[in-house]
């Protein structure tokens, strides 16, 4: 049986992962800040699903914690075969001169630092047994960078240099990495930008069908049932409705 660990899993494509894995027979990981809600999806996807499911609760961006979590895993779940870095988020949406610095702490020090503490406990694991896949969750704004965006788009720049510097460190090691990189999501992702205006939050959907985390959760599923020899880079997701960043077409 299989073992994969996701982080960021109390909700939106985190969670939607675990369930994804969850059916498919996986035993699972599942890491989270929300201590009462990760127990929540532990125990609903074990019900579900009659898979071990270990929920880890702490803060991705304490590398001690970390560290002290990861590194004291028992022996019967080190074999990680499948490491999702879902955990990230965006917080604010101003100009440079305007930005909160305290914001672009979070958004650094979760989606750039916090990946590169998980990965680092997780990949020596996958090292030592010449077999892993590592996905990390990019975005749109890895390649594109757009106006009251610039440290969002920053960390995200991170994220898709880190997936192609990994996926060459790791290569000799039999170890797939992947990226993916979706567009417009409806999760609770604008909400935290917009610190919990969930009116200003809607707005950004307004007129056009979004993703949802299960959409990302379904490309998750379909990369790792993908045979051994074939590794997929990077792969882009878009609502149909949406082009890139910039254009999108939207009901009046």
């Not at 101003?94 to 916090?114: L, S, Y």
């Not at 460190?169 to 992947?178: A, N, T």
């Amino acid at each position: 049986m299989k073992t994969a660990m996701i982080t960021g899993a109390t909700s939106g494509i985190g969670e939607a992962t675990a369930r994804r894995l969850g059916a498919l027979g996986y035993r699972l990981i599942i890491t989270g800040r929300r201590s009462h809600r990760l127990e929540q999806v532990k125990r609903s996807i074990e019900a579900e699903y009659a898979v071990e499911v270990l929920a880890l609760s702490f803060d991705v961006r304490e590398r001690d914690a970390v560290e002290r979590t990861l590194g004291s895993l028992s022996e019967e779940w080190t074999n990680i075969d499948v490491l999702v870095n879902n955990a990230g988020l965006a917080a604010g949406l101003e100009h440079i001169d305007e930005g909160d610095p305290d914001d672009w702490d979070r958004m650094i020090d979760t989606n750039v630092k916090g990946l590169l503490y998980v990965t680092r406990q997780v990949a020596p694991l996958m090292v030592a047994r010449h077999t892993g896949h590592i996905i990390n969750i990019g975005s749109i704004a890895g390649r594109e960078t757009y106006e009251n965006g610039a440290v969002y788009c920053a960390s995200k720049h991170a994220v898709n240099a880190l997936s192609q510097g990994m996926r060459i460190d790791l290569l000799k090691h039999g170890i797939k990495v992947s990226q993916i990189r979706p567009g417009m999501v409806n999760t609770e992702f604008s909400t935290v930008r917009f610190h919990g205006d969930r009116e200003r939050a809607d707005a950004v959907y307004t007129g056009v069908t979004p993703l949802t985390g299960d959409d990302i959760a379904r490309v998750i599923e379909w990369l790792v049932s993908l045979p051994p020899h074939m590794n997929i880079n990077d792969i882009e997701v878009m609502p149909s409705r949406q082009a890139d960043a910039f254009y999108t077409w939207r009901d009046e």
